[in-house]
């Protein structure tokens, strides 16, 4: 169930669960259903750095998708068609909805809503570098369906069976809908390149500016990844970001080929021994200044959440208000 | 079978991408994600709306006539939808002045656009035209729903915090002016009636009052005087404002005519 | 960021029935302010894509669960009953499907 709330009854056994003391019992009961690959449910034991773990990737995760919101948002009144307007206005409606079911999942974890909003808004807590980026064209629309929503899959694909079962749940749901982004992407891109030679321009000038992003999107090497050997151990992270890098990578070359737009990365070509595809340098110190805040749109993306969250308390605070308001007739009237 | 006159098609049309363009602007920026993701939901039934409307007219227009012809390369004078739907979703400003959008304008005009075309699509659902009819049937229940929607919001806003009181009765007093374009039938409402495929637009209006008498009852909100100005975007006369939405709506298609996207 | 966000709007769970005939299964939670809202914003979220015809939202603090430490005397009692299921008992063959 996706909440906190539905903890155990008992009080002085919520506090226990709450609190947990260093019980190695417990301790050992949770490790031995993490290693048959079974479920924690919210009401379960687990470890406070297990629960946080869970708390800062989900949250992350979900405000991923409400930021993501806006890059593609923008495109939104210049759709050139009413077909494509409409998938687009549906897609980014969609990544709200992925939002509020990882906001839910997170919610069972004892954080609120509010809470991880908050961190989102002082800076506090990360989100996808990729949405940093500015959309220039309507062609980005695309790649960011066929590029971006390809590279979230990779990673999500494996979270549906994370050991949290709230994740797992929602991440079966995201997935589900998620699948077919990255087939819209495509199709929309296929169609402009059997365009004019401008929209074949501006596919391959898209294409050319998200690359490197989206490969950095599977975050640092596995060398230099603090958090992943924990998450793999606690079953919060299945596969390692190398992998699912390469795994990319030789899925996308043949989309690309059949596309007929040029990936740009002189050093790309197949490598029999491997058997899979060599690829050139990331530039993971562009990377990181994204993440720390300073890549061109991040100020420009907080700031509109915030904006938006300020502007709509008030009308989160007439709902709140009128519903009172009709508790109260409704107990004068019972009375 | 009956046919209703294109332009009449296109008016409902205009209506429905105007208004969907509009509540679109919303979506990423909404007040809560509970409710961005609804308003999105209104968006969408109103760009499918406009969809088959441009379809059904470009079909009976025939030639190279398509729905993103009607809704990309005609002129703000040639668009036929009411003003009420072009006005920006902020209170009364000129075009080109920068405003924060107010979510009780948008849900106001949502409110009052959408009591009159529960009407008129239940109205038309019945009409002589068959086509027209089954796009009205299939409208009236997504109507009824934005209806539902916004006057939900409207009772809320009007009896919920001070703030949220005055901000409904000023997107009220902002808006109500409007709707008189309503009732006074354009030469082309007129051909559809005498056609047989449409009704007098002024035979909706005591239910459309008796909607909003409840509804602003519950808000304890008040329905402000109106005279002088009839505005006359069904005309093709527009607010300062539609330009704007259209310039914006039809730049990238108008950027590149006789591409397929 | 002084504002709170949604302290006062209560959360609620969930439930669409997928079909008619079939149960009402929970499909996740939402923030709104009543009862009523959370049925509008229920049908908005959780079946954009026809996935019901019937939805159920319950407060999720009226939900009482039972306690995971208590598994083992809840559910494990029920192993052993075996002779509640059918494979239990063996029917001559030419009977035929009972």
């Known amino acids: 169930m996706y909440t906190q709330a539905m903890d155990i009854p008992d009080e002085s056994g919520k506090k226990l669960a709450a609190v947990p003391p260093a019980h190695s019992e417990q301790e050992a009961a949770f490790e031995a259903r993490i290693d048959a690959d079974g479920r924690i449910e919210p009401q379960d034991w687990m470890p406070e750095a297990y629960r946080k773990t869970l708390v800062r990737q989900i949250s992350q995760h979900a405000h991923s998708e409400i930021i993501g919101m806006l890059p593609e948002g923008n495109w939104i009144s210049r759709a050139p068609s009413l077909k494509r307007k409409a998938i687009l206005i549906a897609k980014v409606q969609d990544e709200g909805g992925h939002g509020l079911y990882l906001y839910s999942a997170a919610e069972t974890l004892g954080t609120s809503r509010d809470e991880m909003l908050e961190g989102l808004h002082s800076g506090k807590a990360k989100y996808s570098s990729i949405f940093n980026y500015p959309t220039l064209s309507w062609a980005d629309v695309g790649v960011i369906g066929w590029l971006v929503d390809g590279a979230a899959i990779m990673n999500q694909v494996p979270l549906c069976r994370c050991s949290y079962g709230p994740y797992s749940r929602a991440m079966i749901r995201v997935c589900k809908e998620e699948s077919f982004h990255q087939r819209q992407g495509y199709e929309a891109l296929l169609v402009m390149m059997k365009g004019t030679e401008e929209q074949k321009a501006m596919v391959q000038d898209a294409v050319n500016r998200w690359w490197w992003k989206c490969l950095a999107m599977f975050g640092p090497p596995d060398a230099d990844s603090p958090h992943s050997a924990q998450g793999m151990r606690w079953g919060i992270k299945r596969v390692s970001n190398d992998e699912l890098r390469q795994k990319f990578i030789d899925a996308t070359v043949v989309q690309a080929r059949v596309l007929g737009v040029t990936l740009p990365d002189p050093d790309l070509k197949w490598n029999e021994a491997r058997g899979h595809h060599d690829y050139g340098q990331i530039d993971w110190q562009e990377f990181w200044n994204t993440v720390e805040g300073n890549g061109p749109c991040n100020k420009e993306r907080l700031s509109t959440r915030v904006k938006a969250h300020e502007d709509g308390q008030w009308v989160r605070d007439a709902a709140q208000a009128y519903a009172s308001k009709q508790k109260e007739r409704a107990s004068k009237e019972a009375a | ?261 | 960021m002084n504002t709170p966000a949604l302290k006062d709007w209560p959360l609620w769970e969930v439930f669409v029935r997928s079909k008619q005939g079939l149960e009402h299964k929970h499909c996740g939670s939402l923030h709104a302010a009543d009862a009523a809202q959370a049925l509008h914003m229920a049908r908005d979220v959780y079946t954009r894509r026809q996935e019901g015809v019937s939805i159920w939202v319950v407060p999720s603090s009226q939900i009482t669960a039972s306690n995971p430490d208590d598994k083992g005397e809840l559910f494990d009692p029920a192993s052993d009953k075996i002779y509640r299921h059918p494979t239990f008992y063996e029917i001559p063959d030419e009977v035929g499907h009972m």
């Not at chain 2, 968006?43 to 006539?65: F, K, N, T, V």
């Not at chain 2, 809704?71 to 703000?76: E, G, I, K, S, V």
């Not at chain 2, 009205?136 to 929607?149: I, N, P």
């Not at chain 2, 007093?173 to 009636?193: G, I, M, N, Q």
Request: proline share 3%; charged share 20%.
């Open chain 2, 1 to 261: 079978m009956s046919k209703a006159p294109v332009d009449y098609l296109l008016q409902l049309a205009d209506n429905a991408v105007v208004l969907g363009q509009r509540n679109a602007e919303w979506c990423g920026h909404g007040p809560i994600l509970e409710e961005d993701i609804a308003l999105a939901n209104v968006s969408l039934d109103l760009i499918g709306q406009a969809r088959l409307l441009y379809q059904l007219a470009a079909a009976r227009i025939g030639g190279d006539a398509t729905e993103d012809k009607l809704a990309y390369f005609r002129d703000p004078a040639e668009f036929r939808n009411y003003t009420l739907v072009e006005l920006p979703n902020h209170g009364a400003l000129v075009g080109y002045a920068a405003a924060d959008m107010d979510y009780a304008t948008t849900i106001v005009r949502n409110f009052l656009y959408s009591a009159l075309m529960a009407l008129q699509w239940e109205a038309l659902a019945n009409s002589a035209d068959e086509e027209l009819a089954a796009i009205a049937a299939k409208s009236l229940k997504e109507t009824r729903y934005h209806l539902h929607h916004a006057a939900d919001w409207v009772v809320r806003f009007g009896d919920g915090t001070e703030e949220s009181h005055r901000r409904a009765q000023a997107a009220l007093d902002h808006l109500y002016r409007y709707t008189e374009e309503f009732w006074t039938p354009s030469a082309t409402e007129d051909a559809a009636v005498a056609a047989g495929v449409a009704v007098d637009v002024r035979s909706l209006r005591a239910g459309w009052d008796a909607l909003l008498a409840e509804t602003l009852a519950d808000a304890t909100l008040v329905r402000p005087e109106v005279r002088g100005y009839v505005p006359e975007g069904k005309h093709g006369l527009h607010s300062e404002h539609l330009s704007y939405l259209l310039g914006e709506m039809q730049s990238l298609a108008r950027a590149h005519p006789g591409a397929t996207w």
